[in-house]
């Protein structure tokens, strides 16, 4: 049975930092596309990053540059440094699992479809940005 645990949330100010961290049990998750996705109050869940089992990295568009995902097969952990944060990143953020050994989005459809491929989540862990 597989077993996500996401940590590192937390409140912080605009512009602060935050690292999340996606404890995984229970699957040879080497193996597979791993995500982060999140989801504010009264909206859709979106995707937020991407890596596959080759370390190729997908972003959407608003956290490029921002946002750094990473794995760590050793630890089975995945990882999302998220600076300059601001008050439009508030949400629940969840880790999560797709099945595939390869996966890659453009920024479109990994904020608004990737969310149904990935069949394995976390109960996630929330990030609060105050202005």
């Known amino acids: 049975q597989v077993r996500l645990v996401e940590s590192g949330g937390g409140s912080v100010q605009s512009g602060g930092s935050l690292r999340l961290s996606c404890a995984i049990s229970?699957?040879?998750?080497?193996?597979?596309?791993l995500g982060w996705f999140r989801q504010a109050p009264g909206m859709e869940r979106e995707g937020v990053a991407t890596?596959?089992?080759?370390?190729?990295?997908s972003y959407v568009d608003a956290v490029k540059g921002r946002f750094t995902i990473s794995r760590d097969n050793a630890k089975n952990s995945l990882y999302l440094q998220m600076n300059t944060l601001n008050p439009e990143d508030t949400a629940m953020y969840y880790c999560?699992?797709?099945?595939?050994?390869?996966?890659?989005?453009?920024?479109?459809?990994?904020?608004?479809?990737?969310?149904?491929?990935?069949?394995?989540w976390g109960q996630g862990t929330q990030v609060t940005v105050s202005s």
């Open positions: 999560a699992i797709e099945p595939t050994f390869l996966c890659a989005y453009n920024s479109s459809f990994l904020r608004q479809k990737a969310h149904y491929y990935f069949g394995y």
């Open positions: 229970g699957e040879t998750y080497s193996i597979y596309c």
């Open positions: 890596i596959d089992s080759a370390g190729s990295i």
